[in-house]
């Protein structure tokens, strides 16, 4: 055998290498995708979560080959490249390969710019905020009809006003399914942030502010609340369990609690966007 037909052991070993990553990534990526993609926080209750799901998917599939790539070479360099008994001195240097790093750089960057402009359109686009508080004047607001629920924190718990029914005040959210409710996070006395898990809302609750979310509702659902802010000794005392119900049990259970505020409702004081403790009053 000449010289020149003579192949190249580096670049047997990078034919390997790319063969072995190849199959392990297209394993690895069906496996994220189709199995534990279903299982992926925080689930499908929501327009908004669902769009954070699908993210989370998309991020664990592009990330699932770079892992793999970093496995495969880690463990084929220990395995072929490693010191065995006998060996004597340490092998050829190597000085690095100027394609290698251009690939690097290309592959890296085209990933960013892809994730850049992906996120960019579906935040504006789509998902309206991702379920995130946008203050008290929201750069993008859905269209059509929405519910109102303002959302109360204060030491150690979340109260809901709905205002379009009356202003009842419900210890429980209730929300309808399949409609668009338009969130007013605010607080009584110190930050709290109201957390939805499986709704994908996440909004700080800061006295005097009106802190706007929204949420595009499904099917029912039970979902988890959390104050995710550090609120004082009983801060890990503020959990919940929310409902998404039909449009008509959700109908009747505001009925039911107007009725059964009519007593208390004149000790309420007036539904506000945003409320301010008064330091006197609780000063005692």
């Avoid at 689930?43 to 664990?60: K, M, P, V």
Wanted: glycine share 10%.
């Amino acid at each position: 055998m000449t010289a020149a037909s003579t192949p190249e052991p580096g670049r047997d070993h990078l034919r390997r290498i790319a063969v072995w990553w190849a199959v392990a990534s297209v394993i690895g990526v069906v496996l994220v995708v189709f199995l534990l993609g279903p299982h992926m926080p925080p689930g499908r209750d929501t327009a908004e979560a669902s769009d954070q799901t699908t993210a989370n998917i998309l991020l664990s599939a592009i990330c699932t080959p770079i892992m793999l790539g970093v496995w495969v070479y880690f463990i084929y360099a220990i395995a072929v490249f490693r010191r065995r008994p006998g060996d004597a001195g340490d092998g050829p240097a190597e000085r690095g390969s100027s394609r290698v790093q251009l690939i690097w750089v290309g592959v890296t960057g085209s990933i960013v710019l892809f994730l850049a402009v992906w996120g960019s359109v579906i935040l504006l686009s789509s998902a309206e905020g991702a379920g995130g508080g946008q203050g008290p004047n929201p750069l993008v607001t859905p269209s059509g009809p929405k519910v109102q629920v303002q959302v109360i924190g204060q030491q150690w718990q979340f109260t809901y006003r709905y205002p379009q029914y009356g202003g009842f005040e419900s210890a429980e959210l209730f929300l309808p399914e399949s409609s668009t409710i338009e969130l007013h996070v605010t607080s009584l006395d110190v930050t709290h942030s109201f957390w939805a898990y499986q709704l994908g809302v996440k909004a700080d609750a800061v006295p005097g502010a009106d802190n706007i979310a929204f949420v595009r509702t499904k099917g029912p659902a039970k979902f988890d609340i959390r104050c995710a802010e550090l609120c004082g000794i009983w801060h890990g005392h503020m959990y919940e369990v929310g409902h998404i119900v039909s449009k008509r049990a959700f109908t009747t259970w505001a009925a039911g609690m107007r009725r059964a505020d009519r007593l208390i409702r004149p000790y309420l004081g007036p539904y506000q966007r945003a409320y301010l403790p008064d330091p006197q009053s609780r000063g005692g």
